[in-house]
């Protein structure tokens, strides 16, 4: 039996990635550590976050060009050197030695493949009555 490649990737088929992008708020406002967060409205076309029930964003989809991986990084074991060899100089015979010039190692793996990133804004007043027109106008 032939393996799917999308099994790597931890995706099942009905799976949709979403990259949340924060970048044009960042210096806009403060989002502390573990805030707690609300994201409703994923399946409109301008989902709303809600942070620290304070802070209310806007996100409009923008899709992916290409193949647009997501990784996550962890800390690998330092490379350990062991000194080996019969001369009679080799202080170090049977020790092993850690380079402290060495950086340290990350490893990295594919978690996931994005089909879409949602880039979020601040909501303005103006934003929330645009939504409730075009509500409204769907309705009648």
Do not use: W
């Not at 979403?18 to 076309?45: C, F, H, K, W």
């Not at 990350?106 to 939504?131: G, N």
């Amino acid at each position: 039996m032939e393996k799917n490649k999308d099994d790597d990737y931890g995706e099942e088929e009905d799976s949709e990635y979403v990259l949340l992008d924060l970048e044009a708020v960042r210096g806009q406002i403060d989002i502390p550590p573990n805030a707690p967060y609300t994201l409703s409205g994923l399946d409109t076309m301008n989902p709303i976050l809600i942070i620290d029930k304070k802070v209310k964003l806007i996100g409009e989809y923008e899709e992916t060009i290409g193949t647009c991986f997501v990784f996550s990084e962890d800390e690998a074991s330092p490379v350990v050197h062991e000194e080996t060899g019969p001369s009679e100089a080799n202080l170090f015979s049977g020790k092993y030695i850690l380079d402290p010039n060495q950086a340290p190692r990350k490893q990295v793996k594919p978690v996931a493949r994005l089909q879409k990133i949602l880039k979020f804004r601040l909501l303005l007043d103006e934003d929330v009555q645009v939504e409730t027109n075009s509500q409204n106008n769907s309705i009648l």
